[in-house]
């Protein structure tokens, strides 16, 4: 698995499949391999997307603050790579009190998730 970062993208080859993970917010912490390897929740599902929920560090004496995420998969999305980059680029310039930042975004031609804070009972 080849990596190439350039700024807040990252670029990973996996079995010909070029892939891309695209970090929005400065004080985002995690790369790809920190989101893949962690439990996921589910918490809802409709027939174009998973939302789970993810917690990430805080262990047990680890003196971390855990950090708990939103990632929502879509699945048969047939856009096109620059479309659904251009509309997380869109979104991730959103800044609005009532509206979740966009944390980051994952691209490959099979999936496609977007990160978010995760919000207790509410509606993202």
């Not at 929005?24 to 390897?37: H, I, K, T, V």
Request: hydrophobic share 40%.
């Amino acid at each position: 698995m080849g990596k190439e970062k350039v700024d807040a993208m990252e670029v990973v080859e996996s079995e010909g499949q070029k892939c891309k993970f695209v970090v929005m917010d400065e004080g985002f912490g995690l790369d790809l391999e920190d989101l893949l390897r962690v439990s996921a929740y589910m918490v809802g599902k409709s027939r174009s997307r998973i939302m789970c929920k993810v917690v990430v560090g805080g262990g047990k004496g680890s003196g971390v603050t855990a950090t708990v995420m939103a990632i929502r998969r879509l699945s048969e999305c047939d856009d096109a790579t620059w479309k659904f980059e251009s509309e997380m680029e869109a979104i991730g310039r959103v800044h609005h009190p009532n509206i979740l930042a966009l944390r980051a975004y994952y691209y490959a031609s099979d999936e496609k998730l977007f990160v978010t804070d995760f919000i207790r009972n509410k509606s993202l």
